[in-house]
């Protein structure tokens, strides 16, 4: 299994960017696929997770309404994007997968088994 993160970068408050992650080595359409990122200093948080089995997003109370993940499964990819951008949003974000139980996918970080290498964000104010 590898996951494969990108799209990180130096952006001001306010901007975007769009962060994508790359799936090899598995059946990507049958694993949820969420987002989490970690800040200096802090736990690892749950951003966002999209299911395997239909599809449907979960979002963090903190980036509900900014953030939209989306799937691929015909390119075994899932994108971030990342708008109205805050400091506090400041992190390495990384994708992992997790092996679907229920419909619903989980945005605990224990749930998750397979991990990319993280790509850095940064939101200047």
């Known amino acids: 299994v590898q996951l494969q993160a990108s799209g990180g970068g130096l952006v001001q408050s306010g901007g975007s960017l769009r962060l994508s992650c790359a799936a090899s080595g598995f059946t990507f359409r049958d694993y949820n696929i969420g987002w989490f990122r970690q800040a200096p200093g802090k736990e690892r948080e749950g951003v966002s997770c999209?299911?395997?089995?239909?599809?449907?997003?979960y979002y963090a109370a903190s980036v509900r309404g900014r953030f939209t993940i989306s799937r691929d499964n015909v390119a075994s990819t899932v994108t971030l994007q990342m708008n109205s951008l805050k400091p506090e949003d400041t992190a390495v974000y990384y994708c992992?997968?997790?092996?679907?139980?229920?419909?619903?996918?989980?945005?605990?970080?224990?749930?998750?088994?397979?991990w990319g290498q993280g790509t850095l964000v940064t939101v200047s104010s």
């Open positions: 992992a997968t997790d092996t679907p139980v229920g419909l619903r996918c989980p945005l605990h970080s224990d749930e998750y088994d397979y």
């Open positions: 999209i299911s395997s089995s239909d599809g449907i997003a």
